[in-house]
């Protein structure tokens, strides 16, 4: 099914059109024809069980990897499944251009531990993009503060806490003024006690109007940030829109089975981490 | 003080870890005198059954000695170009290319599966059979590079492979080209954890390079052997070329192990 | 038991050095077999291996395995020109690059301070000297120096270099600048003084074995190695390994007469020149006594510079 965001007056043109995207993993089949359109300023959170396919999604559609079938379009770039010839010369380029227009945040923040805080954000502007380096810094430093971290810009990641680690790849990633940002499972990976702080900084970005991706167990930061919710399962979208609908009253039956099974056994964990609301 | 009769559990304890310092000082003391002992009573006895001519070592010693500073250079030098070999080899072994990558994997093979003093004879001897006249001490930096190098290659290898796969990904959805993920973020990591490794080898190379005596280089072994047999002195000459390179090695294991330690701290 | 470990250890220290230390060095009595020969001097055949010493690439292999043509230079004349002859290079390089290998006492060895000494040396200084440049001396194994194709690593050798037919196709030679006995020695444990108590044929009835330098030889039998008792080399040497107390002697007449040059490689640029150069600092050096003077400063006084078939 596609994915169409209720009339909603805020939201910008396409950014991301993903076309009947199919994934194998050896025989295995992952994606099952997945089609996705997200326009600008809008909020898009995968949910679903472990296995459902939400990661391989979002890693599709910046090519780290490589759909069976299918087309991704970011921002007015098409760039079709090639499984044969991924690895061509020109094709690796188109892909790179992919990058450029997305920004990928990662479960583990996979921030370059060699490199300063402020060196991890300007590294890529600098290096790919060309901007100078009282531009990249301002900017790093533009975002570092936005994150709340602008304290930190000396420290190297070792020296950080894993909340903190996830917001200075946000800033990171912001960098390189990406027209979506997409997340994958971006708290699962932190202390209980460190969860609030980077929603909280993705609240802020999705309130802003930062056009986003986020697979995700945080049912309750989904409720509050999403201008749209997408449930999939084996390889499916099972049922996609507003929050206060596939959240609050499902039309599916495995969406719903899927809630009560999640908010019941989640329910303490997420109320402890509500993000200061 | 403040109970007398009831000792808190927490009095015992400094007792308790001096006497745990104590012992474990007592037991380097012991190890460390039993290396004395040893080396001791062998020298002693040498020198006692009218072996070891002293005069003559305080004669020859310093031109021996002499050597060590070749046996450093050499092995230096060599260290450096076979880093060099080493990162373009794990390059070429990673390489997709597969031109690169078989040249690569036939110079790991070529160099490991033959000995080196067969390769240090080859550069010198054979050569210049086809032209190519190298000079003993560059023949033996050259051959000890290339074959170092083929090793570090599979160090170097197993280095860059050790930096987690999320460092790429991270690197490439920032846009970056393949070529820059490798020389800006995989490199400098891997480089980190193969340190430690290049200094285990320069402490080997230390050793190795006695093999380029052959080529009548005046390293050590050369000079020891040189002095031995002018002089029909070869137990204390190889003696003293033992203990130079004894001390050698044990003096860069100690900088070598203190390095390991702190990139082992600083790693996350 | 820290005790008792230590204990071990120091024991087990003990019977290193004990196995450490020779059986017949030092002040203790020679061997049983060497001691009965040792009675009965003369004449009584020793019980010794029917095996020789000598070093590798060196004519006193040849003799043993049958091969030795010892020969005489070739006839020299002065080329029409110098063009592209190696003594143009030299004499712009102002350096004469000369191996030899410094494990023969008194020919050619090192001092502490890492100097070169030895006959070979001042005879290659000399020979530098007249042709008007320095000479720079580089140690390399005989056996590389003999083998030829220097590849250009250095110029000539000044080693005492026995001109042999065999040798001839590599090299060219000089005239001799001296002539020396090869000689045979026997160890000291042996109690062998002379041939007539070698119990086999020479050098028919014999094995050779190899060292890499002459001197290895006599290294062997000082360390008390069983593997032989016999070596050849030549008489100077024995000499000068008997008068630094090594537990050799001479025995018997001279083996062989060796004819020693200077020897060039065929392989090489062209050298008409220099073989000619080189030659006449030679011929002047026999006439106007340097050659005697230093054969007698380095062989005892002896003067081995005239040339034994009176040729």
């Not at chain 1, 227009?101 to 790919?128: D, K």
């Not at chain 2, 340190?195 to 230390?206: C, E, H, R, S, T």
């Amino acid at each position: 099914m596609t994915v169409e965001p209720s009339e909603a007056p805020h939201l910008g043109e396409v950014i991301v059109d993903a076309r009947g995207i199919e994934k194998y993993f050896g025989r295995n089949h992952v994606l099952k024809g997945i089609d996705l359109k997200v326009r600008r300023r809008q909020a898009v959170m995968l949910i679903g069980r472990s296995g459902s396919g939400k990661t391989t999604l979002i890693r599709c559609l910046n090519f780290l990897e490589e759909p069976t079938m299918g087309s991704v379009e970011i921002d007015g770039l098409r760039v079709e499944a090639d499984p044969l010839h991924a690895n061509t010369r020109a094709r690796r380029e188109q892909i790179r251009q992919i990058r450029l227009r997305t920004g990928m945040l990662f479960q583990e923040f996979n921030l370059f531990p060699h490199m300063s805080v402020l060196a991890n954000c300007i590294e890529a502007p600098m290096r790919v993009r060309g901007v100078p380096e009282a531009e990249a810094v301002a900017t790093a430093g533009r975002l570092l503060e936005k994150v709340g971290l602008a304290d930190k810009r000396d420290e190297y990641p070792e020296r950080l806490s894993g909340g903190q680690k996830q917001r200075v790849a946000i800033a990171r990633a912001m960098c390189m003024e990406p027209k979506v940002l997409m997340f994958d499972e971006p708290t699962s990976a932190l202390d209980p006690e460190l969860v609030g702080e980077v929603l909280t900084v993705m609240e802020e970005l999705a309130h802003e109007g930062t056009t986003m991706i986020v697979v995700t167990h945080e049912m309750h930061f989904a409720r509050e940030a999403a201008d749209t919710v997408v449930y999939m399962d084996e390889g499916r979208i099972i049922e996609a829109g507003p929050p206060e609908q596939v959240l609050g009253d499902p039309e599916d039956e495995r969406t719903k089975t899927f809630l009560h099974r999640f908010l019941s056994s989640f329910a303490d964990r997420e109320h402890a981490h509500d993000p200061g609301t | 003080m403040i109970a007398a009769d009831a000792p808190k559990p927490d009095s015992i304890l400094p007792q308790v870890e001096a006497s745990r310092a104590r012992a474990d000082a007592l037991f380097r003391l012991k190890s460390a005198g039993t290396w004395l002992v040893v080396i001791g009573l062998v020298l002693v006895g040498l020198w006692a059954t009218d072996n070891i001519d002293t005069a003559f070592i305080a004669e020859w010693g310093p031109f021996i000695f002499g050597g060590a500073g070749l046996t450093i250079l050499v092995s230096v030098v060599s260290i450096f170009f076979a880093t060099i070999l080493a990162l373009i080899g794990a390059m070429g072994r990673l390489s997709r290319n597969p031109y690169l990558n078989g040249v690569a994997a036939l110079y790991v093979s070529l160099v490991r599966g033959t000995p080196l003093i067969v390769q240090i004879y080859f550069i010198y001897l054979a050569l210049p059979q086809v032209g190519i006249v190298l000079p003993a001490i560059p023949s033996g930096i050259i051959a000890l590079s290339f074959n170092y190098g083929a090793y570090m290659t599979e160090i170097f290898r197993a280095g860059i492979q050790a930096v987690p796969q999320g460092q790429r990904e991270a690197a490439e959805s920032l846009g970056m080209p393949e070529r820059l993920v490798m020389r800006r973020i995989v490199l400098p990591q891997a480089l980190r954890i193969v340190i430690p490794a290049i200094g285990n080898d320069f402490v080997a190379m230390l050793k190795d390079s006695s093999l380029v005596s052959i080529l009548a280089v005046e390293e050590l072994l050369f000079r020891s052997q040189l002095v031995g047999r002018q002089n029909f002195r070869s137990l204390e000459t190889l003696l003293i070329a033992a203990a130079i390179y004894w001390i050698l090695t044990i003096t860069f294991s100690y900088f070598q192990q203190r390095l390991e330690r702190r990139m082992a701290r600083g790693d996350r | 038991m820290n005790h008792l470990r230590l204990g071990a250890t120091v024991l087990a220290s003990m019977m290193l050095v004990a196995a450490c230390t020779p059986a017949g060095s030092g002040s203790a009595s020679p061997s049983s077999a060497a001691g009965s020969s040792a009675a009965s001097p003369s004449n009584a055949t020793a019980d010794i291996p029917a095996v020789v010493c000598v070093g590798e690439a060196t004519t006193y292999l040849d003799w043993l395995n049958g091969d030795l043509k010892p020969d005489t230079q070739d006839a020299i004349t002065e080329p029409s020109s110098t063009t592209g002859d190696l003594l143009e290079t030299i004499k712009q390089r102002g350096k004469l690059a000369i191996a030899t290998d410094a494990n023969y006492e008194p020919q050619s060895f090192r001092k502490p301070d890492g100097s070169w000494q030895g006959f070979d040396i001042d005879v290659g200084t000399e020979i530098a000297k007249r042709l008007g440049v320095t000479a720079e001396f580089q140690h390399q194994e005989w056996d590389i120096i003999t083998a030829g194709s220097w590849s250009g690593r250095w110029d000539i050798s000044v080693g005492s270099m026995t001109i042999t037919t065999g040798r001839k196709d590599l090299f060219s030679f000089n005239q001799p600048y001296y002539y020396t006995p090869a000689y045979m020695a026997a160890s000291t444990r042996s109690g062998v003084t002379s041939v007539d108590q070698l119990p086999f044929d020479l050098p028919s009835g014999v094995e050779a074995v190899t060292r890499p330098t002459d001197s290895n030889c006599v290294e062997d039998i000082k360390a008390n190695r069983p593997e032989f008792d016999l070596l050849i080399t030549s008489g100077t040497v024995i000499d000068a390994a008997v008068t630094s107390g090594q537990p050799i002697v001479k025995i018997g007449e001279p083996i062989f007469q060796e004819n020693l040059a200077v020897a060039i490689d065929k392989s090489g640029p062209t050298h008409a020149a220099l073989l000619f150069e080189i030659d006449k600092a030679i011929g002047e050096m026999h006439a106007d006594g340097t050659l005697t003077t230093l054969s007698e400063k380095w062989f005892e006084g002896e003067d081995l510079t005239q040339d034994p078939s009176g040729g």
